[in-house]
């Protein structure tokens, strides 16, 4: 593979943080934008190496990549997976990941199958507690993408059960609400172990969006690694920088490297395509001893 002439190693880029974005969503998932546009964004703001890192779906990779590859970006395919974590979930971001021939096109299959089964679970809950049915709403407003909580968000303001989706989070679907359903992920070991055996690096995304304290992070870290996750997202939009300093402590120990992502979804005042703390110094990049594709 390394003498494959659509391929290099990405270290030899030598790549500043700002060039670098591993993590952002199209309109094959929750984003707001297509593959092909988000390649052309990345591009407007100085990214030289990204990843189309879609919910739980491989649908824009193709386009992705060619775009990427006339624009003369460097890519590696990416998806961000669904996991169960104890009675709570979380984000795997996988980088590099196996398109085809490998079981990712069965996983993917898995877990849209899993978002299907619980649109209906979010919406019987939802008619249970006297809201008026959103499932057809919500999927009209997927349209052809993987049916998620911010398709329901957005079928609640045009129905006008509330103002803007963000009341839609926090109201109804947001973390320990009603329309917060869980039950039908995989769990985080087998999510890991599709990632790998694909040929990816699995990356915990965004530990500090997930409503624990640092001390229970730690320990999801902690588990994460010992089931053989291998790099922890340290450069985010938001994190706070002591947790940033105590978690690439962590990571330094447990052998992780870190990735550096924006989870942009699409224009805001607030995130920028690129846009990431800094990262910490001591740890690897994910992405500096893999293969990338060439533009
Ligand atoms: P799902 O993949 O269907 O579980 O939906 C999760 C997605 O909803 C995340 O990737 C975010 O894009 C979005 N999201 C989660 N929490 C919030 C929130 N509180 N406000 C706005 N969007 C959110
Ligand atoms: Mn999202
Ligand atoms: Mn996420
Ligand atoms: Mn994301």
Not at 135 to 145: G, I, K, Y
């Amino acid at each position: 593979m390394i003498n494959n002439p659509l391929y290099c190693q990405a270290d030899a880029l030598q790549l500043v943080p700002a060039q670098v974005d591993l993590h952002c969503h199209s309109t094959c998932s929750d984003g707001r934008q297509s593959p092909a546009r988000m390649a052309e964004l990345m591009a407007e703001h100085g990214v030289q190496l990204w990843s189309l890192t879609d919910h739980d779906c491989l649908t824009g990779q193709q386009q992705a990549m060619a775009a990427s590859r006339a624009l003369g970006l460097h890519y590696l395919p990416g998806v961000e997976c669904s996991a169960k974590y104890g009675k709570g979930q979380v984000h795997v971001v996988g980088l590099g990941v196996g398109l085809v021939e490998t079981g990712m096109p069965e996983a993917m299959q898995f877990l849209q199958e899993a978002r299907r089964e619980r649109a209906l679970e979010i919406d019987r809950r939802l008619t249970k507690a006297g809201l008026p049915s959103l499932l057809a709403a919500a999927q009209l407003q997927a349209a052809e993408a993987e049916l998620g909580r911010p398709h329901f968000a957005r079928a609640m303001v045009a129905e006008r059960v509330v103002k803007d989706e963000r009341q839609a989070f926090d109201l109804w679907l947001g973390a320990g609400k009603l329309g917060d359903v869980k039950l039908m992920w995989p769990e985080l070991d087998q999510v890991i172990a599709w990632i790998r055996e694909s040929g990816g690096r699995a990356v915990l995304a965004h530990p500090h969006r997930l409503k624990l304290t640092l001390t229970k992070v730690r320990a999801l870290v902690a588990d994460f690694a010992r089931q053989g996750g291998q790099a922890l997202e340290l450069s985010v939009p938001a994190m706070d920088p002591q947790w940033q300093v105590n978690l690439a402590r962590d990571a330094e120990s447990l052998g992780l490297s870190y990735s550096r992502g924006s989870d942009f979804h699409g224009p805001t005042p607030w995130v920028k395509p690129g846009q990431a703390l800094d990262w910490p110094t001591r740890l690897p990049g994910v992405w500096q001893d893999m293969l990338v594709c060439k533009p």
